[in-house]
Each structure stands twice: as structure tokens, then as C-alpha cells.
């Protein structure tokens, strides 16, 4: 086989049968036309619906409580008397911790099921949001903000396992680039807020956080009047009598054994997407307004719109990456952004600005859009609360200090800009981000570009973790290397397990 026929079936996704002779067949899965969007929605029932929604929901309450301090940086530093870079100390804080929300939360869902650790872990949240808005030193705030990203660590495995495990294969795309994009309708929402609410209101920049607190607590409650994800029931029905905990923790032990490479895989990817999201999107309203010279209104509306441009890119993402495949949309999205840089940061008016930010965030999302079914799909089936939300808040902590090196830097450098008829010395925010974007978008390209996919996994064939049957992967492992015979692997499959997943084309599924 020569090299370029490797590299084209690098980008193919294969599905591998044993048929009733005990031989193992490797077929690539062809990649269906493109249907009308329309088909794909009206795929869905009810239950999918809301399954998605609530998902969907609490997706962007994190989106918007996570984004309150980053709008209210420079409001912020007034009120405790701190340079904007310590301030940003807390965005740091709050994705550093995230992880150890996602390992406590993700391993309560897949132990425990979707429905009761997501209420809780909305409600935790919207009581530190509230503690936020009463923290009267900056020690305090920056305590409870660090408490604040154990908590919102939760969240993204949870909804996202919860939305599109109850989603039909051919729909999961779609929906999961729409899924992606609450959390830049949050950042949406909380910057209407900033600009409509904030300046008017008698508490300030605390108004953000109490409406957070209260929409947050909303929606907890809301999932408090629908079941338990139909998925998750049907797996339980399958454990053995005994410990569930030891069997948990024995079949998390065999998935790490099994997938390390995988699990690397995973965290450096969501590494890389952690600081493109991040450094894109979280000093954006101060580069406006300390790098570009622009009012805080002006700030909030090109943030406005280079949200627009996020959904938008997300759900066109999402929507391609289920006929592209996941990685090839992740690499074009990357390209293209790489090319709206210029436009991002060396115009001096505000309509060019604009432009280019709908644009970069536009690519950043539609690449994002991929991500929450990417990471299912490679996610070992019985860990589908836990594997995604674990490496996702990995990347999330490895990338933590973005803003703070981004603020750091931008700070050190200094470029003249017209502010109100007059020359003055501000931060370089922009070449700062340029710089940065620049590299992460190449190292995402790569990263993806080297890995693999398993578009098409059909999620409903799993076992719970815990059920003491997770040995369908490692019979297949075992074959891959010699140490197991087909009709053995087959034998174990009859048996169903943890690790049991069939990846088959969407027309073959119909």
C-alpha cells in the first residue's frame, strides 16, 4: 500500500464485522449525501426533544455564568482595587478546577444516572453564583470562584451525554454542533445583560450574577419533571448483583489499561480547542476596549455579533462533520480561521472588527461544533458521562492560564491608539492574539489530523460501568495482537459488556 493511499484511508472510518465463519471483514463506512436539515429534525420525537433541550439548557447557563467575570473584568478591578491581569487570575482559577468537578460528577452519572447529579451540580452552581455577587474581598472572590469551577465541571459531560446519547445516529451532527453553541449563547445572553441591564441597574456588575443564579436554579428544576435517560435505564438492567462501586472503579481501570492512548489522545485535543475558545473569546471586550480604544458598549455589540457568528459557524459544523467526517471539519475550520486573523485585529474601525471577529469565532465554533459527539463517539460507551467531561476539563485545566498569558504579554507590549481625538499608549492585545490564535489553530489541524474517528457509534449497545461485563474490548485487543481467536471474540460479544459498541453506517442502520 502506498503513502497517499494510507493518508486517504487514515481519513476513512471502517467498520469491522465478524461474520458467522469467525473472519473479521474491515469495510469502510461510505459517506452518505447530505440530506435536507429539515430531515434530520424531524427525526426526533418528543423525548428526544426534551432530552436535548434541558441538555441544551443547562449547557448555556454554564456558558453564561462561566462568561459573567470575564464581562466584568474591567468593572471588577475597579471595585477591588486590582490590576485587570489579577482579575483574570480567577478565570484561571475557575478552568483549573474544573477537572476535578468533571471526575466527581462524570463518575456520579455513569454510576448514578444523568438526572439527579445534573440538579444538583445546577444547583451548586447557582448558590456560588450568588456567592460571587457577596464577595467583599478579593480573596473571597477569588475562593469562590475556584469553588465556582469544581462545580461548573459537572456540567459539559453530563448534558452533553445526556442530549446525544437519546439522539438518533443520523441526527447527532447536527445537534451536536447545536449543542456546542450554548455555551456562546450564553456568553450572548450575558453580554445583552451587560449592555441593557448593567449600566441601569443599582447593583452593577452583581446583576449579572443573580440573574445567572436564578436562570441557573430554573433550569435545575426543570429536569427535575422529566425521567432518567432511557439509555442510561437500559444499561443499568443489565449489572450484576454485587458492588456497584468496586465495579465501577474495576472497569474505570480496565478502560484506562485499554485506552490510555485514547484518554492522551483526547486531553491534548481538547487542550488545544480549550485555548482557541479561550483566548478568542475571553479577553475579547477588553482587547475592544483597552487595545482598539472603544466604549464598553461598543465592546459589548461586536461581541454581540461575533456570537451570531458562533452559533451559526457551530451549527453548520456540527451539521457537515456527520458526511465530512469529524476531523476533516475540525482541519478546514482551523485553515479558514487562520485566514480571518488579519481581519480580527489589524483593522482600526469598528465594522472591519467586527466582520473579522464574526468570522474567526465563526471557525472556532463550527470546529467546536464537532466536539461534543467526537468525543462520545471515541469514548469508551460505558463512560459516556465521565470519559468526555474528564478530558474536556483536562484540556480545560492544561489551558487555564490563557487568559492570564494573554493579559500578561498584552500588558507588556504597547502600541499608540486614538481614543476620543487623542493619541494614547495602550496594551497590544492584537498582535498578542494573532500570535497566539495563529499557533493554536495549526496545532489543532495537526492534532486532529493525526487521530482518529468513530463516526456512526451506535452508543445504545453499552452496558452500564459497573455491570462486570466490559470484556468485549479486550477480547478484540487480544485478536488485534494474536492473543485471541475471532470466534472467542464472538462468543464474548453474545455476552454484551461495558465495552460493547458496533460502529455501522447510517443507511445500514435505516
Known sequence: MGTWQRVKDHFKTFEITIDENGQTHKTPIPRPKVPNPWHVVRLLNWKHWVYFLVGFAAWTMDGYDFHTVSLSVSRLAEFY??????????ITFTLLFRSVGAAVFGMAGDMYGRKWPLFVNLMIIAVLQVGTAYADSFKVFLAVRSLFGIAMGGIWGLAASMSLENMPVEARGLFSGILQQGYALGYLIGAVFNLTVVPHSPHSFRALFYIGAALTALVACTRLFFPESQQFLEAKRNRQNGSHAAAFMKDAKKVLRMHWRR??????LMSGFNFMSHTSQDMYPTYMQQGKGFSASKATLATLIAKVGALIGGTIGGYYSQFWGRRLTIIVSCVLGICFIPLWVLPTGLAPLIMGSFFVEGFVQAAWG?????LAELSPPAFRAAFPGITYQLGNMISSPAAQI?????ESLKKQVTVNGVRVERPDYGTT???????????VAIWAAIGKEERGAHFELAAAAGSGEGEIGKGIVEMQEGRATPTEVMDLEKKGGAEHVENVAAEQRR
Not at 81 to 90: N, V, Y
Not at 370 to 374: N, R
Not at 406 to 410: D, H, K, M, P, Q
Not at 433 to 443: D, G, P, R
Open 433 to 443: 492574539q494573532a500570535i497566539m490564535m495563529a499557533i493554536i489553530f495549526t496545532w
Open 370 to 374: 464537532v466536539v461534543p459527539v467526537h
Open 81 to 90: 482595587g486590582k490590576p485587570r491581569a489579577d482579575i483574570s487570575q480567577s
Open 263 to 268: 484518554c492522551l489522545y483526547a486531553v491534548v
Open 406 to 410: 494573554l493579559t500578561t504579554v498584552a
